[in-house]
């Protein structure tokens, strides 16, 4: 068994509704969103190397507590699902309000190596970030994440790691080709893994809001949790956080 934290939703303010309907958030850093049950799920791929970083072995990958947990369809105790809030560019344009879209973390679970990682789930339904989309992955695009992913891993490139791969035995309609010929495809859901899946987006829509108390709450989070080394939260501990996250020096 995993035992979860939630330290992102627990010292952050978020949206509570678990209401799944896309809509805008305000004064939000995430919404608390709960996977969607599939019809009939099937585990098609693990990275026992990275379930083994877990204490997990072929025993607890076998098992149906396992399988029901990396397909959205059991939230276990302590767990506390939730999908971030951010913005971004789309098409060279300010887009504002994105979110995670078909992204449900489950919470933050302790490593091996004593680091914490998030355990997200992707193509596990509807968030209030989806806008038009359904919030689900088909297999096709989810194999590829999957193998992409540990593949970089194993060539020494630091990217988010793939946990799992299930289908769902539920149909999704897309349009392979963008030509109009949308067809049924077999949907999916991956369970990626990193420490952290906090992104510049997330600060630059508080900053666009003006939601200066919010941008400052999230910051300190970030660097108590992630630059401890930079010191305690203030001015100039700012000031070296943001050199370190600019690629060049201006």
Same mark, same amino acid.
């Given at each position: 068994?995993? +035992?979860?934290? @939630? /330290?992102?939703?627990?010292? +952050?303010?978020?949206?509570?509704?678990?209401?799944?309907? $896309?809509?805008?958030?305000?004064? !939000?850093?995430?919404?608390?969103?709960? $996977?969607?049950?599939?019809?009939?799920?099937? =585990?098609?791929?693990?990275?026992? /190397?990275?379930?083994?970083?877990?204490?997990?072995?072929?025993?607890?990958?076998?098992? %149906?507590?396992? +399988?029901?947990?990396?397909?959205?369809?059991?939230?276990?105790?302590?767990? /506390?699902?939730?999908?971030?809030?951010?913005?971004?560019?789309?098409?060279?344009?300010?887009?504002?309000? =994105?979110?995670?879209?078909?992204?449900? @973390?489950?919470?933050?679970?302790?490593?091996?190596?004593?680091?914490?990682?998030?355990?997200?789930?992707?193509?596990?339904?509807? &968030?209030?970030?989806?806008?038009?989309?359904?919030?689900?992955?088909?297999?096709? !695009?989810?194999?590829?994440?999957?193998?992409?992913?540990?593949?970089?891993?194993?060539?020494?490139? $630091?990217?988010?790691?793939? =946990?799992?791969?299930?289908?769902?035995?539920?149909?999704?309609?897309? %349009?392979?080709?963008?030509?109009?010929?949308?067809?049924?495809?077999?949907?999916?859901?991956?369970?990626?893994?990193?420490? !952290?899946?906090?992104?510049?987006?997330?600060?630059?829509?508080?900053?666009?809001?003006?939601?200066? %108390?919010?941008?400052?709450?999230?910051?300190?989070?970030?660097?108590?949790?992630?630059?401890?080394? =930079?010191?305690? $939260?203030?001015?100039? &501990?700012?000031?070296?956080?943001?050199? +370190?996250?600019?690629?060049?020096?201006?």
């Amino acid at each position: 068994m995993l +035992l979860f934290e @939630n /330290q992102f939703v627990n010292q +952050l303010p978020g949206d509570h509704s678990l209401d799944n309907r $896309p809509r805008k958030t305000r004064q !939000s850093c995430y919404s608390l969103t709960l $996977p969607s049950s599939t019809k009939k799920p099937q =585990l098609v791929a693990v990275s026992k /190397q990275l379930a083994e970083q877990f204490g997990l072995f072929n025993t607890d990958i076998d098992s %149906d507590w396992f +399988l029901k947990m990396m397909s959205g369809n059991q939230v276990d105790e302590g767990m /506390q699902p939730y999908a971030m809030c951010y913005g971004g560019h789309q098409f060279g344009h300010w887009a504002g309000q =994105l979110g995670d879209g078909r992204a449900i @973390n489950l919470g933050e679970v302790v490593d091996d190596l004593g680091i914490w990682q998030t355990l997200q789930l992707k193509g596990a339904g509807m &968030t209030p970030y989806s806008r038009s989309a359904d919030g689900l992955a088909v297999l096709r !695009s989810s194999i590829r994440e999957f193998l992409c992913s540990e593949a970089m891993h194993h060539l020494g490139v $630091p990217t988010t790691r793939a =946990l799992s791969l299930c289908l769902t035995g539920d149909k999704v309609v897309r %349009d392979m080709f963008y030509d109009g010929r949308a067809k049924r495809e077999p949907g999916a859901v991956v369970c990626r893994v990193a420490p !952290s899946f906090l992104r510049f987006g997330n600060f630059q829509l508080h900053a666009a809001r003006n939601e200066l %108390d919010l941008l400052k709450q999230l910051l300190d989070f970030c660097i108590s949790q992630y630059f401890p080394q =930079l010191g305690k $939260p203030c001015v100039e &501990t700012y000031q070296l956080w943001f050199g +370190l996250c600019l690629p060049i020096n201006l």
